[in-house]
């Protein structure tokens, strides 16, 4: 690994500067990895704040909460070179990873880049044959992620009347953690918002679809597996399909637009 051989040359000094999620315990704190390889680290600098909402905004605001603190440390410091860098990269499906690949140089100047599928906890998401489930649509996520935020809002105002102009006894469940203002406003007649599920996989395995109209992001989209999981259909974009290797028609549907989702 690189610092390795940074801090085992004698001809060099390094300056390590901890920051973004590797702070953060939701994500591992990484921080607390690197002091048991024995690294020392020269300072800190918090970027993002507890229960902050996941939005380009925030991101902003994040970036502009860390420049001050190292352009501060770089004044003190004056270092000779600056190296942002990783030895590794992960990404949640073979298309990530290509994408990584080009973005980054493989081979071997780049660093390695790998790919950990995901998978899904089949006791919490624990599939249970039974008759279909009614008229119920079902979207889940972690409602304080734009790319979550963003779909929930595209099923409820517009997937939902388009369905249910076909079916008017469509109803729409959103359930996830922390959701934010704009999410909670979406409850109201046919819409369900369920904040902290206390039994997430019972919630999917009850509705008739799991709907994953997903716009932004990338990678694989766990709430497509574990809808598989228990069962649950599922109707979902092109892109989220590819990521896991699924057929339309075969393992899922798949819509994209509006109209073909309703």
Avoid: C, W
């Amino acid at each position: 690994p690189i610092l390795v051989l940074i801090r085992e040359d004698p001809d060099l000094d390094y300056k390590l500067i901890v920051t973004g999620i590797s702070l953060m315990a939701e994500h591992g704190r990484d921080i607390d990895v690197i002091k048991r390889d024995g690294f020392t680290i020269e300072a800190t600098i918090p970027m993002f704040l507890d229960q902050a909402p996941d939005t380009g905004a925030e991101m902003t605001r994040a970036i502009g909460r860390v420049l001050p603190g190292l352009v501060d440390l770089f004044a003190r410091l004056r270092p000779d070179i600056i190296l942002s860098g990783f030895d590794i990269v992960f990404a949640t499906s073979a298309k990530d990873a290509e994408q990584f690949r080009e973005l980054l140089g493989g081979g071997d100047r780049g660093p390695s880049i790998e790919v950990v599928v995901n998978g899904v906890d089949t006791r919490a998401f624990e599939y249970k044959p039974g008759p279909a489930a009614g008229r119920k649509l079902v979207y889940t996520g972690a409602m304080h992620y734009f790319p979550n935020v963003d779909a929930a809002g595209v099923i409820a105002r517009d997937v939902m009347p388009a369905l249910r102009r076909q079916v008017p006894a469509a109803r729409l469940v959103i359930a996830g953690t922390r959701p934010v203002r704009s999410v909670r406003h979406l409850a109201g007649t046919g819409t369900t918002v369920v904040p902290e599920p206390d039994d997430l996989g019972a919630v999917v395995a009850a509705a008739a679809v799991a709907v994953v109209p997903v716009r932004a992001g990338s990678g694989i989209q766990n709430k497509v597996l574990e809808a598989m999981a228990v069962g649950t259909p599922v109707v979902t974009t092109e892109r989220a399909a590819a990521a896991i290797g699924a057929e339309d028609g075969i393992h899922l549907l798949v819509a994209d637009g509006v109209e073909a989702t309703a």
